[in-house]
């Protein structure tokens, strides 16, 4: 494996962190698959407030799978009952493709000590040889190599596939392009008081995906390939590390609450106007940068 | 036992498979914490410690090592923490 599996994670399911990965080691362009990753406060808080939504699940922004199907540059398979044998041959036989096998709910747990979020928790087996199988776990972020006994059991018998087609095309990825420059454009000043959202797990869901979507944002305009490189701007650059910044904060703050079972709103309010105000720093910033450049 | 043998205790009772945690081991990558399992781990050593640590001393920022993670500690069993910084 080229690169270590970090947890800078720029997914928000495991899925997507797994492809996220092998996408890059197969040196793609990974960043313009952010292109539909811009979501303001406003929407996400809005999204989130009323208790029924979890982070897992949000659709707000679409999923890199989606995005990369979307643009024609990713398949995407999904198998059932599949066996041992064909994972074998599929790891083993095709550098292109990414498999990720589904696991048992006990996996985790057994494996890892670990509780996910959702049922459905897959692995990204990279390797498979006569006794052993080297794989990468999400939630913890591991690269395991181990005895095939110790995996197969686990195995639910599902798979998905991932097979890079093509590059992006360059006139689909600009027309995604200019939808993002509108949709940062517009007018987002959000006056949402999140002390109406008495389910702390909720706000800090919202802002987990807001910090997802912002990190993408950085990526995406940091992509020295792409036309929409956001050349040496400082106001940018400085305004939305600010922006995550404040949200990975707000971000623990938020779950430190949840596990204390109690909120100081006066708090949560400071973190809140913080986020609201260097959010529109980078998005004026973007603004001007289209509008007269740097 | 000492606090930094007490604070790698919990550690590993979180669930990280590290046998020699160092001070410049990182929390995330080297650890195998995420953000979420970070506070948890927090917490755990509060209630080993019986120390309650303020919210707006878990900045990420400023927990980035295995080292960072006993300075703040030892902040609070000593007795010197203060709440500061830019949130206070």
């Known amino acids: ?67 990369g199907s979307d643009l024609r540059c990713l398949e995407m398979e999904f198998c059932n009952n599949i066996g041992l044998e064909t994972i074998f041959e599929h790891v083993n036989q095709d550098e292109s493709c990414c498999l990720l096998a589904g696991m048992n709910p006990d996996f985790a747990k057994d494996k890892f000590n670990a509780n996910l979020w959702r049922d459905d928790h897959f ?62 454009n517009k007018y987002d000043s959000t006056t949402f008081d999140i002390s109406g959202m008495k389910d702390i797990r909720s706000i800090r869901d919202a802002i987990g995906i807001l910090r997802v979507s912002r ?5 995406l305009f940091s992509n020295g390939s792409a036309k929409y490189y956001i050349k040496e701007s400082e106001i940018f650059y400085k305004a939305i590390n600010e922006v995550i910044f404040h949200l990975d904060g707000f971000y623990l703050f938020l779950e430190y609450c949840n596990l204390k079972h109690r909120i100081d709103f006066k708090k949560a309010n400071v973190y809140m106007s913080l986020i609201k105000d260097s959010d529109m720093k980078w998005r004026n910033a973007i603004a001007d940068y289209y509008v007269e450049g740097f | 036992m000492d606090i930094v043998s007490k604070i790698k205790d919990v550690i590993k009772e979180s669930g990280c498979y590290l046998s020699n945690i160092k001070d410049e081991d990182r929390i995330n990558e ?53 709440v500061g910084g830019m949130y206070a």
């Open chain 1, 1 to 67: 494996m080229q690169k270590k599996y970090t947890q800078e994670k720029m997914g928000i399911t495991c899925v997507e962190n797994y492809l996220i990965w092998f996408l890059m080691n197969q040196g793609f362009e990974v960043d313009k698959l952010y292109c539909d990753s811009y979501i303001s406060i406003e929407d996400v808080l809005k999204d989130f407030s009323t208790g029924e939504l979890g982070y897992e699940n949000y659709q707000g922004i679409p999923r890199i799978q989606d995005i």
């Open chain 1, 123 to 184: 692995i990204y087996i990279y390797e498979v040889g006569e006794n052993q199988i080297h794989y990468l776990n999400d939630t913890p972020a591991v690269d395991v190599c181990s005895d095939i006994n110790e995996v197969k059991d686990y195995l639910n018998g599902t798979c998905i596939l991932f097979k890079v087609i093509r590059e992006i095309d360059e006139n689909i990825f600009n027309k995604k392009m200019n939808i993002l420059e509108k949709g940062i």
């Open chain 1, 215 to 219: 990190k993408r944002l950085k990526c």
């Open chain 2, 30 to 82: 080297d650890l195998g914490f995420d953000s979420l399992g970070l506070v948890g781990l927090i917490v755990n050593i509060e209630n080993v410690f019986d120390i309650e640590i303020d919210e707006f001393d878990l900045n990420p920022a400023d927990l980035v090592t295995f080292g960072d993670m006993c300075r703040l500690v030892k902040k609070y069993v000593e007795g010197e923490n203060q």
